[in-house]
């Protein structure tokens, strides 16, 4: 069986956002050109990625160790405004070198050409809707592609420049500023084969290669995943390829070509922890996520989650990677969640307990501020509010964060709950995400995989089931549907005895 696997995302650099899908035609294609008339021939071109949330949709459809064309080729070096505005305006003096150089202003208004590798302080813009554009200067010092991704983040984008006027008003927001900073100019000889303006790059280390390596293929490894690397343009490698789409109807597929199969199976004691080569599941990192799933769903069905029964491990809320930890004892059987105690040690609780709640909120000026919430909750309330309202619970990373923790807290003598889940549930994709929606009394014991539910009572919660469905009786007969959605791959089928829906 073929199935077609979309995406859907929004183009973030068009005066009228397009619906953009993205999808991957496999098996292997002689050559980038070959690649590319072949994504032409019924759809619009190879990829263009305009972001990180491209990239990362992108390097989901990649296997581990596979790669595919997108439509980055060398041309003539250029500049290109991070933004996508026009280059009316520039103030640049003197080369980097060879390779990728990114312009940062100087004190004195003029731009310096530098290694876009190299770390400066850089200028982000606000442009709020009927107002006029804010800058803000932000003193960490980063790449000028970790900056361009900070102000996308947290503003619109590094700020671009458009005439002298605007170049005096940049240059007196950074008067504070003792060194060069980044401004949003890029200059490479990079071009999509689309004609788009994004100045976006995700590049693996020590690449783009010289000459000869002329087009770019995109990487998923278990270290860099979504990486770029530049490769001769008569590699044979799968194509990338997108169109613009206003319906949920999926395109036709042309003749003589394959789109990637994923083959929807149900789960086995013998597939623990329920992944396979064929078959990935959602992750689910926030309500916003699970609500929009539950939409997915018929009432009063279920379908399958990512997430399922595996080594027991730790996790903070936000991702961060787990490099210290002050914990002491454990919460018995069960997800166990982290509590500071008043002398800054850790204890293990069982989550469902109620306890006050340190949050942090990641600032603009790169500074971290702590927040005590003084309303006893349980440690999944506790994360849903300060996402909510902050940015996350607290992760600490060093001792110096932990005493920095401790000092928020020392008017309290009690415990409350930082970051820190235990669980032995994993994603099947490896995701990181220490989000759970569990309904009243799960997960159970010896029950392995997941299934979020639609029900009135019950909207988006998730049990814990059997991998092996086959006793569950949805619904007769065979039908197949694509439920798409901004950001997520659904594939729903709906097959009778054997199968769940499944979001893969």
């Known amino acids: 069986m073929v199935i077609v696997q979309l995406l859907l995302l929004l183009s973030a650099f068009s005066a009228t956002a397009h619906l953009r899908t993205l999808f991957i035609i496999e098996p292997q294609i002689v050559s980038m050109a070959e690649a590319q008339v ?17 990239n990362a949709n992108l390097a989901q459809f990649l296997k581990i160790k596979r790669k595919a064309w997108i439509g980055l080729y060398r041309h003539q070096s250029s500049d290109k405004w991070s933004n996508g505005d026009d280059v009316t305006f520039s103030n640049l003096t003197g080369v980097c070198g060879s390779g990728s150089c990114c312009a940062a202003m100087k004190a004195d208004g003029s731009w310096e050409s530098l290694n ?5 302080h850089f200028m982000c813009y606000k442009q709020d809707v009927g107002k006029e554009t804010n800058y803000y200067i932000i003193s960490g010092n980063m790449s000028w592609y970790e900056a361009q991704s900070y102000c996308r983040k947290n503003y619109t984008d590094l ?3 458009r005439d002298q006027n605007q170049n005096e008003a940049v240059k007196t927001e950074g008067l504070t500023s003792s060194v060069s900073i980044w401004i949003g100019l890029l200059r490479d000889e990079w071009k999509w084969t689309d004609g788009g303006r994004s100045a976006y790059r995700n590049w693996a280390t020590d690449q783009p290669r010289p000459s000869s390596s002329d087009c770019v293929v995109m990487m998923n490894t278990t270290s860099e995943c979504g990486k770029w690397y530049s490769v001769p343009c008569s590699n044979a490698e799968s194509a990338l390829c997108y169109f613009i789409n206003t319906t949920d109807v999926p395109p036709t597929v042309p003749d003589g070509l ?9 789960m086995t004691e013998a597939q623990a922890p329920c992944i396979t080569n064929d078959t990935n599941h959602i992750i689910v990192y926030s309500d916003n996520d699970n609500a929009e799933l ?11 989650l990512g997430l399922c029964r595996g080594q027991s491990s730790d996790k903070w809320s936000n991702g961060d990677d787990v490099t210290f930890s002050n914990l002491t004892g ?23 307990e109620k306890r006050n709640s340190m949050c942090y909120k990641h600032d603009t000026d790169l500074i971290l501020n702590y927040h005590l919430i003084l309303d006893p909750m349980s440690w999944y309330e506790a994360q849903r509010y300060c996402r909510k309202s902050y940015t996350d619970l607290v992760s600490i990373r060093d001792q110096n964060q932990n005493e920095a923790v401790k000092t928020s807290a020392m008017t309290r003598n009690t415990s409350f709950w930082i970051g820190l889940l235990c669980d032995d549930w994993e994603w099947t994709d490896g995701g990181r995400s220490a989000y759970r929606n569990w309904a009243t009394g799960q997960p159970e014991v ?25 006793y569950l009786n949805n619904t007769a007969g065979i039908r197949t549907h694509f439920h798409i959605a901004t950001g997520f791959c659904f594939i729903f089928f709906t097959l009778p005895s054997m199968f769940y829906n499944s979001i893969c």
Do not use: F, Q
């Open 116 to 120: 876009c590798i190299e770390k400066r």
């Open 294 to 304: 539950a939409l997915k769903i018929e009432s009063g069905k279920k379908a399958w």
């Open 258 to 266: 394959n789109i990637s199969e994923k083959k929807i199976v149900y």
């Open 38 to 54: 072949a994504c032409k021939k019924k759809y619009n071109d190879l990829a263009s990625v305009y972001n990180n949330e491209d």
């Open 159 to 161: 700020v671009s420049i």
């Open 446 to 470: 010896n029950l392995n995989c997941t299934v979020l539910t639609n029900s009135i009572d019950h909207d988006g919660k998730w049990y814990s089931v059997a991998c092996d469905p086959s």
């Open 330 to 352: 454990a919460c018995g059987s069960g997800s166990c969640c982290a509590a500071m105690k008043t002398d800054g040690s850790w204890e293990s609780l069982n989550c469902t």
